[in-house]
Every structure is written in C-alpha cells, then in structure tokens.
C-alpha cells in the first residue's frame, strides 16, 4: 500500500526556534497533501492543504506566516513552526491523497516547545 | 461546515463482545468515509473506507456501513479483543481535491480481558 513518512518522529525545541517538519510519499506521487494537528485527548485539526507548486491553502485560524508551508516536489512537504511558543507543543500530521479521494496518513511528529 | 459526531465517546466491554460505533456527519454531501484507528501516542491507521456510492465494507472482523441521505456510519467490531483497544476516529470527505478530512472525536474503546 502506499506509505508515507515523516521526520522527525519527535522533536523539542526551545521558545522562539524554527522547526521543519518533513512529509514524503515513499511509493507514490502526491499533487495535494495536508497538514492536520492534533492536541492532547482531542481529533484531528486540517491546518492547511498543500499543492505541488502552488500556495498552500490555509484554514481559518491557522497563521499562515506562523506555519510555512512548501510543497517543493511531488512526494515532499515541509511544514516550518516559525518562532514556536509552548503552545504550539501538539501532534503534527501529514497526510498525502490518492484518487479517487483517498487520504494516507504519516506516522506524526509530537513537538515540545520549552 | 461539515461536522462529524462520534458515539459512544468511551467504550468499555468484555473480550469476546461485539460491538458497534457510530458516527454522524451534518452534510450528507460526501466522496468517502473513512475509519481509522489510532494507538495512544501513535498516527492513524486506517481501517475501512466506504465511497460514497457503497453500502458498506468489510475487512476480517470489521465492518463497516454507510448511510449517506441520513448521514450516519457504523462500525461493527466482531468477537472484541484486547489488541482491539484504541481510539476509533472516523471521518468524511466532502471536498472537491482541496480539502481535508473531518474527523470526529473518537470513541476510546477498552477491550477488558
């Protein structure tokens, strides 16, 4: 089936850093991936939606210049935290689309923001 | 806005029992349902998913059913287990390429031995 990565696995950085989070499709091309996160206890969040060689498309309340999106290939997303704060500290989740419509997820990053 | 609702939110029974989550969504205007499981601390591991135009799917002791006019969705775990216990989320997909899923909270779900 197909698989996607992400990298790292986990991550703790100090308040005020930049974290880049990476999503790949391992066996397959993927126009459009999104970027979910997820805190403690509760479901998934889409963040933003993000298209090979476009803007990303962010949801309502999410920063766009907070969460830097870049779809540089079609089998790679970087989500970059920018100047993280500990309440940034949460489960972050990729997901890259198959036709017709089908979503594989990546395995997450937890990011502690200290 | 599509809105996804999940119940039971906790679930607790005996090895051995079968037993049935639901999920409600608001807009019966969907391309798929998914179902997915996730471990504590862990990603998603996707169990099922039903097109719009299914009925339901089956995959060893799951199966699941869809009801899009009456935006409803069931997933029937058969002869329960311990390894079964984990949070259930399921979710809809109503957009047109561009959007994400919408995921329901989830039913936690204890197998006891």
């Known amino acids: 089936g197909a698989v996607v990565s992400q990298h790292p696995s986990w991550v703790i950085c100090k308040s005020g850093t930049s974290v880049k989070i990476e999503c790949r499709s391992l066996d397959f091309q993927a126009t459009t991936m999104f970027w979910y996160r997820q805190f403690p206890k509760q479901s998934l969040m889409l963040m933003a939606t993000?298209?090979?060689?476009?803007?990303?498309?962010?949801e309502q309340g999410v920063e766009k210049d907070k969460f830097l999106i870049n779809h540089a290939s079609l089998t790679l997303s970087t989500l970059t935290v920018t100047s993280a704060h500990p309440e940034d500290s949460s489960f972050y989740i990729c997901?890259?689309?198959?036709?017709?419509?089908?979503?594989?997820f990546g395995p997450g990053t937890r990011l502690t923001v200290t | 806005k599509q809105e996804v609702t999940q119940i039971p939110a906790a679930l607790s029974v005996p090895e051995g029992e079968n037993l049935v989550l639901n999920c409600s969504f608001t807009d019966s205007a969907i391309y798929n349902l998914q179902w997915f499981r996730q471990d504590p601390g862990k990603g998603l591991t996707s169990l099922l998913l039903i097109q719009s135009s299914q009925r339901e799917q089956t995959s060893g002791r799951l199966n699941a059913s869809l009801d899009k006019s009456s935006g409803r969705s069931t997933l029937y775990i058969a002869a329960s287990q311990p390894g079964d216990s984990a949070t259930y989320l399921c979710?809809?997909?109503?957009?047109?390429?561009?959007?994400?899923?919408?995921f329901g909270k989830g039913t936690h779900l204890i197998i006891q031995p």
């Open positions: 979710a809809v997909y109503s957009g047109g390429g561009a959007d994400g899923l919408t």
């Open positions: 997901s890259a689309m198959i036709h017709p419509f089908e979503q594989y």
């Open positions: 993000s298209n090979e060689g476009s803007k990303a498309t962010y």
